[in-house]
């Protein structure tokens, strides 16, 4: 990592292992020109405890940490599915919906039985995603969210994406995340529009001179 460190291109490491995450973030972070990294090219990475109550809050807490461990700039990001009839959840708990060892089957189980006896016009519901920026101090640079409003179908439909994707319908298109596809999920998803919002960001403290 230390010749890395030593380029003269900007290197961000984006703070998750997840795959398929860290490949939507690079799809919209394309113009920017520097580096992108994730946690699993970061030799020495912290797991960081989501004690956040809010997304926000996890998404600092994820970039800080691990900015502070790394010595390199992190983009931390935390989003998840808040569920109108169910105030809210699962929420920040999203990803551990069924417990903490959960996987996306679990998690989709649960949220189709909490909503059995819930008609589909009060199935309404949101993503929201928040990213923080961390300099190697652990200072949050910049900070972006993005959401994006649906309902939960009655059962999963489509193969793609990952998480509640093949239960989080798009009204207006009348597909699920799971069957949209991933270019179209570019363009609507939470996660995608949070970090749009992010790349001016990067753009300016690039031209700034503090990124680098």
């Known amino acids: 990592?230390?010749?890395?460190?030593?380029?003269?291109?900007?290197?961000?490491?984006?703070?998750?292992?997840?795959?398929?995450?860290?490949?939507?973030?690079?799809?919209?972070?394309?113009?920017?020109?520097?580096?992108?990294?994730t946690l699993a090219d970061a030799p020495?990475?912290?797991?960081?405890?989501?004690?956040g109550r809010t997304f926000a809050e996890n998404a600092a807490l994820k970039a800080t940490e691990q900015a502070k461990q790394l010595g390199m700039w992190v983009l931390g990001e935390d989003s998840g599915l808040l569920v109108d009839a169910l105030d809210g959840a699962p929420g920040?708990?999203?990803?551990?919906?069924a417990g903490p060892e959960a996987d996306d089957r679990c998690n989709n189980q649960l949220l189709l039985e909490r909503?059995?006896?819930?008609?589909?016009?009060?199935?309404?519901?949101?993503?929201?995603?928040h990213m923080a920026l961390s300099d190697p101090q652990g200072q949050v640079r910049a900070r972006s969210s993005g959401a994006c409003r649906g309902r939960i179908a009655l059962a999963p439909r489509g193969g793609g994406g990952f998480g509640y994707d093949p239960l989080f319908e798009v009204v207006e298109y009348h597909?699920?995340?799971?069957?949209?596809?991933?270019?179209?999920?570019?363009?609507?998803s939470h996660r995608a529009r949070a970090a749009r919002a992010m790349l001016p960001q990067l753009f300016r403290l690039r031209a700034e001179g503090i990124l680098r």
């Open 1 to 37: 990592m230390s010749s890395a460190r030593s380029s003269s291109v900007p290197i961000i490491v984006l703070g998750t292992n997840n795959a398929k995450k860290a490949g939507e973030l690079m799809e919209v972070f394309a113009p920017w020109e520097g580096r992108l990294l």
């Open 115 to 129: 909503l059995a006896d819930v008609p589909p016009e009060r199935r309404t519901a949101r993503f929201e995603c």
């Open 44 to 51: 020495g990475a912290i797991v960081v405890d989501e004690t």
């Open 175 to 188: 597909r699920t995340f799971g069957e949209l596809s991933p270019l179209v999920k570019a363009c609507l």
């Open 92 to 97: 920040v708990y999203s990803a551990r919906y």
